[in-house]
Nanobody, 127 residues
Framework: QVQLAESGGGLVQPGGSLRLSCAAS????????IGWFRQAPGKEREGVSC????????DYADSVKGRFTASRDNAKNTAYLQMNNLKPEDTAVYFC????????????????????WGQGTQVTVSS
């Protein structure tokens, strides 16, 4: 069965760090670009990062540049999102998703570019 499963969310104080994991099953992660999205209560789902499989380049939303880093371990078939210097406005449910291509196209934060989604993991940043 083709699926993605996120883990690693939790409660963290402002300025803290978390690393989210996205385990893939039923397909080879390295063949696809992987996106991370988040959705806060009452808000639209927004793109956070897109990691291209072709060259390992990553695109980030302006709101997380310099604080978040996407990566992957092909041997474990798992993608990661390292989140540092977390802020209360980062509070959301975080999702990973499989892009329909191996590279992040120009509309890489459009949800229509992704065909497989994980169930999400909650990240809460609060003191």
């Amino acid at each position: 069965q083709v699926q993605l499963a996120e883990s690693g969310g939790g409660l963290v104080q402002p300025g803290g760090s978390l690393r989210l994991s996205c385990a893939a099953s039923g397909f080879t992660l390295d063949y696809y670009a992987i996106g991370w999205f988040r959705q806060a209560p009452g808000k639209e789902r927004e793109g956070v990062s897109c990691f291209s499989s072709t060259d390992g380049s990553t695109d980030y939303a302006d709101s997380v540049k310099g604080r978040f880093t996407a990566s992957r371990d092909n041997a474990k078939n798992t993608a990661y999102l390292q989140m540092n210097n977390l802020k209360p406005e980062d509070t959301a449910v975080y999702f990973c998703a499989r892009h329909i291509a191996a590279y992040c196209s120009g509309s890489y934060f459009s949800k229509y570019e992704y065909d497989i989604w994980g169930q999400g993991t909650q990240v809460t940043v609060s003191s």
